[in-house]
């Protein structure tokens, strides 16, 4: 007997709106299925109607979730929240958010129990060592906020594995983890199921993560599978142009590869389609794919997927040879737009940077790569001038810079910008678009009016905005736009230097693709930039040369070829065995082909 | 604002002594703002006076009545010292006080603080019984209000505290009396005469009119307070874990939600006292209760400077340590 079965899975809104359409697969126990889409597929809202629930203003309207033999959309409130609490397991995107603040740990993991604390305590201590946690009284009388993000998410799986469900739900538990805690963790997942026969449905907008954790790999799009199949069927072969454009937007750490965007952007919810669902962002498009639904159909590979052309689009692909990109090469050593020496800087007592040194040439990519807590942060602050509490020197162009912007003339701030990591935070959501990327120009070139809107499209249409967009609000635009109006913004400043601070990472995998080829289409225009970033995958795509940060040190720098290719600190050695890959059937360093 | 900057980055960055570094920074923010208090009660001694001096009439004709001589006008004050500079009539009075005395009322002679005593006591009762009340009532209606969100409990619950937050106390105390007390029912007493003497509490059925608006006041505007903080808590991710994990409705309600809808509410409480405080004066003049609301408004008729100077120092006071300790509270609670 299945361990789960989910037949007809339908969640609608309360306007009528469809974001779940039949959505149906089953599991055995002990299996894992990656469930994996952008945002706005409807994965989470899929996650969330595995236990019968459904958000605030949506309703599962059809389908049943059978879970061991009990079929939970039946049930009356009361029983579903037994059937929630014996044979379900949730684990949260953002345990931060998602534990109480108010309470300790020991009782929000003993909570959810059947029978009384006492007795459960045996059961929750040894649950805390599997998952590697303290399991002492004084661990246990601890709030969230004393502990850090992967210790959190621990507690969170944990507290979803304790009551040993049929049936765990993992809505993107490692996205805002460093890349080794997130190694950690899903090896953590993986060994759970195996060891306790639970059936497990892992959702997440990256393949790589889902490549690692899953069986079976299921791919939602605008609310409907369009493909589902084993591990190797989907990754290795996949076969509707959709899983194929999110693979080819995940980067390597292996090559140096274009990354391909998806074009256009997901459909807002609820959106109705007469015929494919991707018909309008697909390569492969054609009359009849809009005529009607297509049906899932078996591929060749042995998966399913919902497309008529399937047979056709395997052929093509296969075809396709990626070119690893060349690098910025010939470099004159002697000049450099920006020279940092001996930076050092300290929050209050605590040192967080320690003898900071590197250059950056012009046209060159500095990746600086480090995981949380290194200090990647406070150096991008420093150099922008935000951070105050430092020493060292810095040089732009031979001349020294002055450490703090107060003391920067106006022609130095000009020439470095900064693009924040949280493009919902960075634009000001009063202003239009165009006004957000206007200010900089009024304010270093004095340009008004005419002048100033003819250059602000440019600049916009530069980072492939298209003008009309530009009496819009940031709130009507989605993740990956709203970053490209911040880099937009620095760009009209017409820099030579631009440092993006962990710009991708509040992204989904496609998006990210788009915005690191369009920063990399910008450095062919002779723009130097430092990148930070805690994923050497997306190093490796954008960087020409790398410095690897641990605890406020360098402890690696070079080129990224070389650095990549053969580490020598462990560190790096470490963080470039961490980061996740998906093993695609082009790559050369690859033995499974499709 | 530089003071809540450094307790919070106190917190963060001492990390070996967290504890510590917390409770220096703490005991520096509350030394600070005792300072700042003393300052704030100076300058409203000083806007009070000259006030005073504005005020149309003279003190000694209130006093002697329309058939005094002049004579006996500048006799009388000359005795009472207000025909000297005002410079000094202040230096006097302020000398005084710091001395620990409050002067003597200018129109019975008596000392301040002993007229006062009895009348702050009484209002102290009143204000106290209000906010035992408002605070649990608060509670309990912005608790049902959430749970019952856009249902027609919840609506009709808005619209009547949106009524009362918008009229004014005296209409709403003289609606109430002219309902119970006078003109419809007649059940209650219309004033609250305390005899001198007597607790407040010896006379119930005095009090529960001026408690009733107070109370009604109190909630209206308290109560909304608690709605909305309750709404967002019910709305957090951690309360939606809580009811995916399984839990029953009671549990997530009163210990994941009430505790974290509370803390922001807890400051509001506080600044809620201190209008409780001087909002009194309204309700303790229309009912007529013998509190230092109504010692006010009679000093300010009798251009009794020494009872006003008092008065508005007592009220100002604990104004100031209510407001102060909603802010110490709402930054000991960002800080957590």
């Not at chain 1, 409130?77 to 534990?99: C, H, M, S, W, Y």
């Not at chain 1, 990746?367 to 732009?396: A, N, W």
């Not at chain 2, 912005?142 to 019952?148: D, E, R, S, T």
Request: hydrophobic fraction near 45%; glycine fraction near 8%; charge should be neutral.
């Amino acid at each position: 007997m299945k361990a789960v079965e989910v037949t007809g899975l339908t969640v609608a809104l309360d306007d009528g709106s469809v974001i779940v359409d039949d959505v149906s697969f089953s599991l055995e126990s002990g299996q894992v299925m990656g469930l994996v889409g952008e945002s706005g597929s409807g994965k989470s809202t899929v996650g969330l109607a595995l236990l019968g629930f459904a958000k605030k203003g949506a309703n599962i309207v059809g389908g049943k979730v059978v879970v061991g033999d009990v079929d939970l959309l039946s049930l009356a409130p009361n029983d579903l929240r037994e059937a929630r609490k014996k044979l379900i397991g949730f684990v949260p995107q953002d345990p931060a958010t998602a534990l109480n603040p108010a309470m300790r740990i020991g009782t929000q993991l003993t909570e959810g129990l059947i029978g009384d604390k006492k007795e459960n305590l045996p059961r929750i201590r040894e649950v805390l060592e599997t998952v590697g946690l303290p399991s002492d009284d004084a661990f246990l009388r601890r709030h969230p906020q004393e502990l850090s993000g992967g210790q959190q998410q621990r507690v969170a799986i944990a507290m979803a594995v304790a009551k040993k469900p049929k049936l765990i739900v993992f809505d993107e538990p490692t996205t805002g983890l460093d890349v080794s805690t997130q190694a950690r963790v899903l090896e953590m997942v993986a060994q759970l199921c195996a060891d306790n026969g639970m059936a497990a449905v892992f959702v997440s907008h990256d393949l790589a993560v889902v490549g690692t954790v899953g069986d079976l790999v299921t791919v939602m799009y605008a609310g409907k599978i369009l493909e589902t199949g084993t591990h190797e069927e989907v990754l290795q072969s996949a076969a509707h142009p959709y899983s194929i454009a999110l693979l080819d937007s995940v980067p390597s750490t292996r090559q140096r590869l274009a990354l391909v965007a998806i074009p256009g952007r997901a459909p807002a919810p609820g959106t109705k389609f007469d015929g494919c669902v991707f018909a309008d962002r697909c390569g492969f498009v054609e009359d009849r794919c809009r005529e009607a639904p297509p049906p899932m159909v078996a591929t060749s590979a042995g998966g399913e997927a919902r497309c008529i052309r399937v047979d056709h689009v395997r052929k093509n692909r296969t075809g396709q040879v990626k070119e690893p990109l060349r690098l910025v090469e010939g470099r004159e050593e002697k000049t450099s737009v920006l020279s940092v020496r001996n930076l050092n800087a300290s929050y209050g007592r605590s040192q967080v940077l320690y003898d900071i040194s590197f250059d950056v040439a012009p046209g060159e990519c500095v990746g600086v790569v480090g995981e949380s807590g290194s200090g990647k942060t406070t150096m991008s602050r420093c150099l922008i001038g935000l951070h105050e509490d430092q020493t060292g020197g810095f040089e732009m162009n031979g001349e020294p810079l002055p450490p703090r912007l107060r003391d920067r003339s106006k022609a130095i701030k000009q020439q470095m910008q900064y693009v924040f990591q949280n493009p919902y935070g960075s634009l000001n959501p009063r202003e239009t678009i165009a006004t957000a990327v206007m200010v900089p120009l009024r304010h270093f070139y004095g340009d008004r009016g005419k002048a100033a809107r003819t250059k602000a499209q440019e600049a916009l249409e530069r980072v492939e905005i298209p003008w009309r967009l530009a009496d819009r609000y940031p709130a009507e635009l989605s993740g990956g736009q709203r970053q490209r109006v911040a880099i937009a913004r620095a760009l009209a400043c017409n820099p030579s230097l631009l440092i993006c601070d962990e710009v991708t990472s509040g992204l989904d995998v496609s998006v990210q693709a788009s915005v690191v080829e369009l920063l990399r289409s910008l450095q062919d225009d002779g723009l130097s930039m430092i990148f930070i970033t805690h994923n050497l995958a997306v190093v490796r795509s954008i960087g020409d040369r790398v410095v690897v940060l641990s605890q406020g040190r360098v402890v690696e720098s070079g080129a990224v070829e070389s650095v990549l290719n053969g580490p020598q600190h462990p560190y790096t050695r470490g963080l470039l065995a961490d980061t996740l890959d998906v093993d695609r059937p082009d790559s050369e360093t690859s033995d499974l082909t499709g | 604002m530089a003071i809540e900057t450094t307790t919070t980055d106190g917190a963060v960055k001492a990390a070996p002594t967290p504890d510590r570094s917390r409770r220096t920074a703490l005991a520096w923010l509350i030394a600070r703002r005792a300072l700042m208090g003393l300052v704030t009660l100076w300058c409203i001694s000083v806007i009070v006076f000259v006030a005073t001096q504005t005020m149309p009439g003279d003190v000694a004709k209130i006093i002697l009545g329309p058939s005094a001589t002049a004579d006996q006008v500048a006799q009388l004050n000359k005795n009472l010292g207000l025909d000297q500079p005002l410079f000094s009539q202040y230096w006097d009075w302020l000398r005084n006080v710091l001395t620990g005395n409050m002067g003597n009322s200018l129109v019975s002679g008596q000392p301040v603080s002993e007229l006062l005593s009895e009348r702050i006591f009484n209002s102290a009762t009143l204000t106290v019984m209000a906010m035992v009340l408002i605070l649990p009532l608060s509670l309990l209606v912005g608790l049902l209000a959430a749970v019952f969100r856009d249902k027609l409990l919840d609506r009709s619950y808005l619209g009547v505290s949106l009524i009362v937050t918008a009229t004014p106390d005296f209409v709403l105390g003289s609606l109430v009396v002219a309902l119970f007390g006078t003109v419809v029912f007649k059940v209650l007493p219309p004033v609250s005469l305390i005899p001198p003497g007597d607790a407040p509490w010896q006379h119930p059925q005095e009090l529960v009119m001026p408690l009733a608006v107070m109370v009604l006041v109190g909630v209206t505007y308290l109560s909304r307070l608690v709605r909305v903080s309750f709404i967002d808590v019910m709305e957090s991710e951690y309360v939606q874990l809580a009811m995916l994990k399984g839990l029953s409705m009671r549990r997530i309600l009163f210990r994941h939600a009430l505790p974290n809808a509370l803390a922001p509410s807890i400051p509001a409480a506080s600044i809620m006292a201190a209008y409780t405080i001087a909002g009194s004066v309204v309700i303790e003049y229309l009912f007529a209760y013998p509190g230092i609301g109504s010692a006010l408004v009679d000093a300010v008729a009798g251009h009794d400077l020494p009872m006003i100077q008092a008065i508005i120092m007592l009220m100002a006071a604990a104004f100031f340590c209510f407001n102060q300790l909603a802010d110490v509270l709402g930054t000991l609670n960002k800080s957590r």
